[in-house]
């Protein structure tokens, strides 16, 4: 696999968060780049427009490096242009309030009031274990009043984790659109589809509830999610990417699933993850109206043949036994 492949391109377009750029190389690639992956560098001042964006037109040195779906992404070569951490966090900041993901009604922060006051009191009871220099550097980082960071620091520093280790009743997936195996990246679907099947083993487990933290690695690590809706789609917003999966969950699923499904959005260390939970009350949920999903220990397992027979089987009789004792 190509690591690195250098190429030069043209802006033809832009807007707000996307530029669309042509190969010299290849003249038929036409592809789009984040203007906040562009706006990393700092260009020569007759590059740029009067608001600050690359000028249509101009040429530019990009490089190319596939991840390991075989997807390429494209950012300013380096060797050309000078990284400028200090704009890339600024127009990072812009991207997101402008796609109001971080800002939407329906968004809440992990890192509350109350839960600042409870990591604020632990570290107090726990002080004698630190030296003067950590207790000192706690003192700074808190009297900024910024409840996020300082939420944040005391985690750490407590080795607090926001969530616990997978089990029956939790799973993690770092993404809605890139599936962990490469084979399947040209999908765009099939990392939801393996999220709904997860959803469908929760509502067929002894607890029929359960829930998927999407955004967040195996290792409890935030990813987030906050770049994939436009990345699905340039059209795409949080909204438009929640009916979009929700529709998708109903079709392979039931509406009655769907109705007792809750999609809530997170922000955390400035990340975007959401939280699906199921509490099902209602039939053995069939996935495409023929795959039998259930939920054992921290994994998800589909049921066939005689395995499938016996669980539909001991699932009527217990309706059965519950109607007679009714």
């Not at 402008?98 to 939407?104: E, P, Q, T, W, Y």
């Not at 604020?120 to 960071?149: H, P, Q, W």
């Not at 520093?157 to 089990?167: A, I, Q, S, T, W």
């Not at 994994?299 to 027979?309: R, Y």
Request: with cysteine.
């Amino acid at each position: 696999m190509i690591n690195r492949m250098e190429l030069t391109a043209t802006v033809t377009g832009r807007n707000k968060l996307w530029y669309q750029f042509q190969s010299k190389q290849v003249l038929e690639n036409v592809f789009t780049v984040p203007v906040v992956v562009m706006n990393y560098c700092d260009y020569r001042p007759e590059m740029l427009d009067e608001n600050g964006y690359i000028k249509i037109g101009t040429e530019v040195h990009l490089v190319a490096k596939p991840n390991s779906s075989g997807k390429c992404y494209y950012y300013p070569a380096h060797d050309w242009y000078t990284p400028n951490p200090k704009r890339f966090a600024r127009e990072r900041k812009t991207l997101l309030s402008s796609l109001n993901l971080l800002r939407g009604d329906n968004v809440q922060s992990i890192n509350t009031q109350e839960e600042f006051d409870a990591l604020r009191t632990e570290f107090c009871e726990s002080m004698d274990k630190y030296d003067k220099n950590v207790c000192n550097e706690v003192l700074g980082v808190l009297a900024k009043g910024n409840i996020s960071e300082s939420c944040t620091f005391l985690r750490k520093l407590l080795h607090k984790f926001v969530f616990p280790e997978e089990n029956g009743m939790i799973e993690y997936k770092s993404s809605f659109i890139h599936p962990a195996n490469p084979l399947n990246a040209n999908d765009k679907t099939y990392q939801m589809r393996e999220i709904i099947k997860t959803l469908a083993g929760f509502a067929n487990s002894e607890m029929h509830k359960g829930t998927v933290v999407i955004g967040v690695k195996d290792n409890q690590e935030i990813c987030g999610v906050e770049n994939e809706f436009v990345e699905f789609s340039e059209q795409f917003n949080r909204e438009k990417f929640t009916a979009m999966f929700l529709n998708l969950y109903s079709q392979l699923t039931t509406t009655n699933l769907m109705l007792q499904t809750q999609i809530e959005w997170f922000e955390m260390d400035g990340h975007l993850i959401a939280k699906i939970e199921v509490d099902y009350k209602g039939d053995i949920v069939l996935m495409s109206g023929c795959n039998l999903y259930v939920r054992k220990e921290s994994g998800t397992h589909q049921l066939k043949g005689d395995d499938m027979l016996a669980f539909v089987r001991q699932g009527w009789c217990k309706e059965d036994t519950e109607k007679e004792c009714a």
